[in-house]
């Protein structure tokens, strides 16, 4: 395997003077492909800040995020969408999918974003519903889905343009104990079988454990 993300001494804060607060700082680990690792962390240790800075939406004070060895911080916004849009794909604890949309056209959007023509992005998006065991849900917006099946429609959205890194944060967190074990049981099946690197954030120990390796974040003493 190969490494695919390194992070090498972010730092990100917030606030200025007395107002400051430190939320990571010299924050280091490489993600190799198709590696499934686990992000724990209390409560305010920042995970999902240094969640969306790995994942180019959020600039870290200071500190390098390598994706597949070229360096990210300096480069433009445009550039930095080019990268999410082609690289990365994310599963958040709310599922975000558009409500006046269909599961079939949630799935498509991302690709339509990155001019994929529509009858490959239909057909795309066909595929990934049906992998996730909605095929028969295509036509169905998301009002009219339960919990587990918006988070399924948001699982196959992330997989849209077939991205090297998966990033999920609390993934199962707003489902009931038997669908976030089913949810997540995909999520990993998934991502082992197209070698995708994954990194998830989690309070779940039971869930952390089926990850190939677990990663503590600590709380920046103050």
């Known amino acids: 395997m190969s490494k695919l993300i390194e992070i090498r001494d972010i730092c990100q804060s917030f606030g200025k003077g007395r107002a400051k607060i430190n939320v990571l700082k010299n924050v280091n680990f490489d993600i190799e492909?198709?590696?499934?690792?686990?992000?724990?962390?209390?409560?305010?240790?920042?995970?999902?800040?240094?969640?969306?800075?790995?994942?180019?939406?959020?600039?870290?004070?200071?500190?390098?995020?390598?994706?597949?060895?070229?360096?990210?911080?300096?480069?433009s916004d445009g550039k930095k969408t080019k990268l999410r849009r082609n690289n990365i794909g994310f599963v958040y604890q709310a599922h975000h999918l558009q409500g006046e949309f269909t599961a079939l056209e949630n799935v498509m959007l991302p690709q339509l974003?990155?001019?994929?023509?529509?009858?490959?992005?239909?057909?795309?998006?066909?595929e990934l519903l049906e992998l996730v065991g909605l095929s028969d849900r295509t036509t169905h917006r998301p009002a009219e889905l339960s919990g587990g099946e918006q988070?399924?429609?948001?699982?196959?959205?992330?997989?849209?343009?077939?991205?090297?890194?998966?990033?999920?944060?609390?993934?199962?967190?707003?489902?009931?104990?038997?669908?976030?074990k089913e949810v997540f049981n995909l999520l990993l099946t998934i991502a082992k079988e197209q070698n995708m690197a994954c990194l998830f954030a989690t309070h779940n120990n039971a869930l952390a454990k089926k990850a190939d390796r677990i990663l503590k974040l600590d709380k920046v003493q103050e």
Request: net charge positive; no cysteine; glycine share 6%.
């Open 113 to 126: 974003l990155a001019r994929v023509n529509r009858k490959k992005a239909k057909a795309r998006a066909l």
């Open 33 to 75: 492909s198709g590696e499934t690792v686990a992000l724990m962390a209390q409560s305010g240790a920042g995970k999902s800040t240094l969640l969306h800075i790995i994942g180019l939406l959020e600039k870290q004070k200071s500190g390098e995020v390598f994706l597949n060895n070229k360096k990210t911080f300096k480069k």
């Open 151 to 180: 988070q399924r429609v948001a699982l196959a959205r992330a997989l849209a343009n077939k991205p090297k890194l998966l990033l999920a944060d609390e993934p199962t967190g707003n489902l009931d104990k038997d669908t976030a």
